[in-house]
């Protein structure tokens, strides 16, 4: 009887320590996830921030483009608008209008020599550029994270732990095929 209690206990044991190890390592997941999401989320705040600055620094030499501008101040509102909500789906399509409403601005800059060769316009471009090729990348990072986050918790034995604790599966950020295509502004005043 003492042999079947002491294969008992260490039954108990090692499944409660491999419980634990599967749901520290969910925990784990989780939090990576997360961090990613802010690592995104910090930057489409900066470009938030930097957009209002172009749409005005275009203002002043763009007279009839009006509606390219009003195309990314309402695109840049619905970004935040999903960003606040964390609606990953409702992002990327407000994601896909913005940058479609930066392509058509970058574009039309052609016809303003002035703006184009603005010092501040400049700067924005470059900073708009440098804050959208961080997006690409870290968008990456992040659909990297919810992967292992959403097998992980499909898999057998962690979906018992995910279950039981009601982790759950987190949306990839994915843009269209239009979208996918990177912005190259450098090409656009090139």
């Not at 961090?35 to 763009?62: F, G």
């Not at 470059?126 to 990348?137: M, V």
């Not at 990297?144 to 057998?156: G, P, T």
């Amino acid at each position: 009887m003492d042999v079947a209690i002491y294969i008992f206990l260490v039954t108990i044991i090692l499944v409660t320590s491999y419980s634990i190890m599967i749901y520290n390592r969910l925990v784990d997941i989780k939090h990576t996830v997360s961090q990613a999401w802010s690592n995104i989320d910090i930057l489409l705040k900066q470009r938030h921030d930097e957009l209002p600055k172009l749409v005005d620094t275009c203002k002043q030499y763009m007279g009839f483009e009006q509606d390219t501008l009003k195309q990314i101040i309402a695109a840049r509102s619905q970004v935040a608008i999903a960003r606040d909500a964390g609606d990953i789906g409702a992002l990327g399509t407000a994601e896909n209008m913005l940058r479609v409403g930066l392509g058509n601005l970058f574009a039309v800059v052609e016809d303003y020599p002035e703006l184009k060769a603005s010092e501040k316009f400049q700067h924005l471009q470059t900073r708009i550029t440098h804050l959208e090729n961080g997006i690409a990348d870290r968008r990456e990072y992040y659909n990297d994270a919810v992967k292992i986050n959403n097998v992980r918790i499909e898999q057998f034995p962690e979906v018992i732990i995910a279950k039981s604790f009601k982790f759950k599966a987190r949306d990839l950020l994915e843009f269209n095929a239009y979208e996918q295509q990177d912005i190259n502004i450098s090409k656009l005043f090139g």
